[in-house]
């Protein structure tokens, strides 16, 4: 959280500071930070053609953070996440889906999401493999 506070008319210094160091400890005592969604939380495990794993965990692209009021408590958040079909090879970075943030049903956020980890393409050995594996179970 960022505070920038400004005092103008003050005949010094020592007066200046006092009045900003009551003006933070009031936005402090009053006001704190949310974290909803940050870039390590894994939001889903989706399946992928081809890769040489067959499940990636899909995170967002950036943290969303929400400022509230310490008094009236912190929102009612949900979010809704739509993933596109996955087919490797697939890097850290991409845009693979979108996350939908609301609060109170209302739709206050779009971020896009992306794979947690990079996805190489499966060798046909592997795949051969994989789908044996299947039949068999």
Known sequence: MRIITVVMGEPDSETRNKDVSSVFDYVYAQYGL???????TVLEEVSVEKGKVENVGIVAKEDVTDLYNK?????????????DNLKAPLSKGDVVGKLTLKEDNNVIRTIDLTVKDDVKKANIFELYLRYLK????
């Open 34 to 40: 949310q974290k909803i969604v940050d870039t390590e």
């Open 71 to 83: 008094n009236d408590g912190t929102g009612n958040f949900t979010y809704e996440v739509e993933v």
């Open 134 to 137: 299947q039949i068999f179970n």
